[in-house]
């Protein structure tokens, strides 16, 4: 399974742009018509990280043509230095390899620039280049572990709108997600959309999300959320540019770095106050998508706050167990909200059907759901089912947990090697159910119903 480490103490986002300059003719008659004009390429955006040393660094590439001379790379900020690694041909056409190296941990998000500078026919050509510093961690390379399968908070989860901004949940979402779906944006300076969501978030640190840029517009987005805290409420914030692009990127910012900090915890977990909502707010006119706003640890999503996918009791009538809401949820509880189910007999069978569920986890990685005010003993046979059966993960391979009576909530960790053979399947072709049988026991002679209550079904990292 793929982690991402993030070690990082913070991250410099380098954008930049093409500059292409162009003077020739509609309908070219001479042979200077077809003089080499000037055209320098550069890369959309860059990312260095900085590591624990306090130091990090990114190559890329500058190639251009119909220069005098071979560009040059400066900047103001002394913390941030450049240096040429490779220059090839000549100005007339070249190619360059710059190294851009930050060298301090900045104490909050920096706009810095560095100009690129070059001559074409007697005349200065620059172009400068935004520098973002920030203590957040901006990648394309993530992998999703985690994925919910059913919280019991869709009563309490919802998505809202301000300043004429509107939204769709859509059939798009990166290769690396969890589902297929994310919430398309479309917002005007000052748009906003907001996600409620109440969720506790014990062992988490950081406020994590998947962004789809605008494809040509760079805007910054505004993220307030809203937490309980021992007052009330209080709401921190935090703003970030988003470059333009076509990529899917990870952002996942730690509590500290918001506007007071964050401490997403419940009383009941040892802390002030859940989560209560989230608000992107753009500051001009953008389209963009969100997906996967969690709260998540170091090395993976721990609580979902929305992914935009969708779920159906995948059994329906065809079940004899009777399901409703309960307020009683384990201090640990992903939200306030858990499923109170009770059988005495029929159809035992429930799940949930996805198109698709798709994590990236191995056979040692969990299936993991709470338990608590158990009736009497009986056993529950779990399995999960993948498209044609791929990995082994098929209704046969379940595995049965016996389930003992007692009102305390307990949580239950199943390896996903005791569901299927090849837990590569759950990312591709990815999961389409996950089912549940409620089984009396042998000894168990009577026509008492059980019962018990259900929280927190999901796929989980072991660590």
């Not at 707010?281 to 992914?307: C, F, K, Q, R």
């Not at 046969?396 to 053979?421: C, H, K, V």
Request: charged share 20%; hydrophobic share 35%; aromatic share 8%.
């Amino acid at each position: 399974m793929r982690r991402i480490a993030t070690t990082l103490l913070c991250v410099v986002a380098l954008v930049c742009s093409s500059l292409v300059l162009t003077g020739c003719d509609q309908t070219p008659g001479t042979v200077q018509d077809f003089e080499i004009q000037p055209d320098l390429q550069v890369p959309s955006s860059l990312t260095i990280i900085i590591l624990e040393s306090g130091q990090g660094a990114t190559e890329f590439t500058v190639q251009y043509q119909g220069f005098d001379e071979h560009p040059s790379l400066s900047s103001s900020n002394t913390d941030l230095t450049l240096d040429r690694l490779e220059q090839t041909g000549d100005p007339s056409a070249g190619e360059q390899t710059w190294r851009a190296t930050f060298n301090k941990v900045p104490d909050t998000i920096l706009d810095e620039t560095l100009t690129l500078s070059a001559s074409a026919g007697g005349q200065d050509i620059t172009r400068s280049i935004s520098v973002l510093v920030a203590e957040i961690d901006i990648t394309t390379s993530f992998a999703s572990s985690y994925a919910s399968v059913i919280d019991y908070e869709d009563g309490i989860r919802s998505v809202s709108t301000t300043g004429g901004t509107t939204t769709e949940v859509v059939e798009e979402a990166s290769a690396n997600s969890n589902g297929d779906q994310s919430l398309r944006v479309e917002t005007t300076a000052g748009g906003a959309v907001t996600v409620d969501r109440e969720a506790n978030g014990p062992g988490t640190d950081r406020f994590s999300f998947l962004v789809l840029p605008d494809p040509s517009t760079t805007f910054t987005l505004e993220i307030a959320i809203t937490e309980g805290v021992s007052s009330g409420e209080e709401t921190r914030t935090l703003s970030i540019p988003i470059t333009s692009g076509s990529t899917w990127r990870r952002y996942a910012i730690e509590y500290d770095k918001f506007d007071g900090g964050l401490n997403p915890v419940t009383n009941a977990a040892g802390g002030d106050g859940a989560f209560k909502s989230v608000t992107f707010t753009s500051d001009g006119p953008a389209t963009y998508h969100l997906d996967e706003i969690s709260l998540a640890d170091e090395s993976s999503n721990m609580v979902e706050i929305h992914n935009f996918e969708s779920t159906t009791n995948a059994y329906g009538s065809g079940s004899d167990i009777a399901f409703s809401n309960s307020n009683n949820v384990a201090a640990e509880a992903d939200g306030p909200t858990s499923r109170s189910l009770s059988y005495s007999g029929g159809g035992n069978f429930f799940g949930y059907n996805y198109d698709p569920i798709k994590v990236d986890v191995t056979e040692s990685d969990f299936l993991s759901l709470r338990v608590g005010e158990v009736s009497r003993d009986f056993d529950l046979y779990v399995f999960v089912q993948t498209y044609d059966s791929e990995g082994g993960y098929t209704y046969d391979a379940g595995t049965i947990r016996s389930i003992s009576a007692g009102m305390e909530w307990r949580q239950i960790d199943i390896p996903l090697g005791d569901l299927g053979t090849s837990a590569s399947a759950l990312k591709n072709p990815g999961i389409n159910n996950v089912g549940f049988e409620v089984r009396r026991k042998a000894t168990d002679t009577t026509s008492e119903s059980i019962d018990f209550l259900l929280d927190d079904i999901r796929f989980r990292p072991a660590n």
